[in-house]
């Protein structure tokens, strides 16, 4: 269970740090390997799923074909742009320039574990979407019982 907001410095040769507190986890947890991908509900963020999970998605969203444009977005997004990675020695992972561009990620950045995966923003982004306060209206029927 990853959790915890950190904020990152992304390095000159576009690598990013895995916080020390996460590294064991993802290491017996992970196998040591994250596949890095698109969030498809928020631009502006990128994914780190573990790799076993990752799999099983992948391989649902395979099995659905190409006739429907949204299955064919979201391969996009999560099958034909993921790039595996595993941390080096100093617990360092690649993120591709393509990637942080789309994303929007520059130097500063924030890594959230949020339960099953890690989201990665940009440090503007992130900010800008932490100042949003949810109303009554924000929130569906299956989330009014949460003691908040």
Not at 38 to 57: I, K
Not at 61 to 86: D, H, I, P, W
Request: glycine content about 8%; aromatic content about 6%; some cysteine.
């Amino acid at each position: 269970m990853f959790q915890g907001e950190t904020a990152i410095t992304i390095d000159d040769k576009g690598r990013l740090a895995i916080p020390t507190a996460y590294r064991e986890l993802v290491a017996r947890d992970c196998g040591n390997r994250l596949v890095l991908v698109y969030n498809v509900y928020d631009a502006g963020c990128l994914w780190l799923l573990q790799h076993a999970q990752w799999e099983a998605l992948r391989d649902q969203l395979n099995a659905r074909g190409m006739q429907s444009a949204q299955v064919r977005a979201l391969r996009r997004k999560l099958v034909a742009s993921a790039v595996v990675v595993e941390p080096d020695g100093n617990g360092r992972i690649p993120l591709p320039a393509s990637m942080r561009a789309n994303a929007g990620i520059d130097r500063k950045a924030v890594l959230l574990g949020i339960g099953d995966r890690f989201e990665l923003w940009g440090e503007q982004e992130y900010q800008m979407h932490m100042r949003q306060t949810l109303g009554d209206a924000d929130l569906d029927d299956a989330l009014r019982d949460l003691p908040l």
